[in-house]
């Protein structure tokens, strides 16, 4: 199929360009890139040998049908689908989407174990976060092991950097406890520090800003974009928290030709399957584990325990100990629920465990140990 050049400017590279070879488009048949979702309702821009067009876009019956149990395979922003056009050219039906090369996907706020994709075939994530009295980085952990189970490459965006006090001792912070990962702080009052981001947005390539409800995020998009083109709102007072603004997720080109894609403000970020990003994110954690005396340590009071010693001797702090037993608790307890042999392991792991505790306080009490 021959496109107009233009396909080049949204995106499309060798990646796609092999899966369309394995699978000719028939006639009526467009590729498109969404760029604009609410719920299931779609907007995308689709290339045929004459140019680019954009249309309204609904997912078929036959596609709901098939997909109704895998939602992470429901089409987000920044996927690539196959289309069918209606006779106007301004009305679409998707009945396939081309494989992911990344996707930043989390638990569907209040379904249970229900996958949310919320952005597709980026290259890089701005995962953003309040420099001021809203920042936490508890929270920051979270969003990079989501960041690096996407399979895209994360960036830590420190905004409102002019609301700190000391911004250099926190992007110091943030660089030692997410070590190899680019840190910039950035104001909306200062655009020179926003300068820092432009070799991130060349021609073609995709980002995505994310973060909490109020970080920050549309304002920093409309300065990338150099004109209001996403709603703001200003932050509240007390607590230095941001309003929740951006409703929907889309994909705007930028003047330098990158492609930036604004996403809402996430009040809830749940885990899934994200135990590969999770063990990327803490692998200094995860090593020490292995270097305890026992295999079974429980990281409590057991000697020669490699995680006590390093919480001892400020190797690890507190914070980040704290952070990685949430998030793995979170992982596990996703697991127990989706394969029952892991919730039939985890159930006999705990009964050792209290059968051990019980035999040994039944020696205590004796007074035999």
């Given amino acids: 199929m021959n496109f107009n050049q233009n396909i080049l400017e949204w995106g499309w590279n060798v990646f796609f360009q092999t899966q ?3 699978r000719p488009l028939i ?3 467009v590729v498109a890139r969404i760029i604009n979702q609410e719920r299931e309702l779609y ?5 045929t040998a004459k140019g680019e067009e954009k249309a309204q876009a609904q997912l078929t019956g036959k596609f709901r049908y098939e997909h109704e149990d895998i939602n992470l395979e429901y089409p987000g922003v920044g996927d690539w689908v196959i289309c069918k056009l209606h006779s106007d050219g301004a009305q679409a039906l998707i009945h396939e989407v081309l494989e992911r090369k990344s996707c930043f996907y989390r638990k ?7 996958a949310q994709v919320v952005a597709a075939n980026v290259d890089t994530i701005f995962v953003t976060m309040s420099a001021n009295q809203d920042f936490n980085l508890n929270r920051l952990d979270r969003y990079m092991s989501l960041a690096w189970e996407s399979n ?3 960036v830590i965006v420190l905004t409102k950097a002019d609301l700190c006090e000391d911004i250099h001792s926190l992007t110091q912070e943030v660089e030692s406890h997410h070590v190899g990962v680019p840190v910039h702080a950035v104001s909306s009052l200062q655009p020179e520090t926003v300068q820092t981001l432009m070799p991130y947005l060349a021609q073609g390539r995709s980002l995505v800003l994310l973060g909490s409800s109020g970080v920050g995020k549309s304002t920093l998009g409309n300065v990338l974009l150099e004109k209001e083109q996403l709603k703001t709102q200003g932050i509240r007072e007390g607590d230095d928290k941001g309003k929740h603004t951006t409703t929907s997720r889309s994909l705007y080109q930028l003047p330098s030709g990158a492609l930036l894609m604004d996403t809402p403000g996430m009040r809830e970020l749940g885990l899934l399957d994200h135990r590969e990003g999770f063990e990327n994110q803490f692998e200094d954690v995860i090593t020490l584990t292995t270097q305890c005396r026992f295999s079974d340590c429980q990281h409590a009071s057991e000697p020669g325990c490699a995680i006590l010693q390093a919480l001892e001797s400020g190797d690890l702090t507190e914070e ?3 952070s990685f037993q949430n998030l793995d608790r979170e992982l596990r307890y996703f697991q127990r629920k989706s394969d029952p042999e892991i919730a039939r392991a985890e159930r006999q792991k705990w009964k050792k465990i209290s059968q051990n505790m019980r035999v040994r306080l039944k020696h205590k009490s004796r007074g035999e140990i």
């Fill in 20 to 22: 369309l070879d394995l």
């Fill in 27 to 29: 006639e009526g048949e």
């Fill in 43 to 47: 907007r995308v821009i689709y290339f």
């Fill in 108 to 114: 569907e706020p209040g379904s249970g174990a229900r």
């Fill in 152 to 154: 895209a490459s994360p």
């Fill in 320 to 322: 980040r100990w704290e």
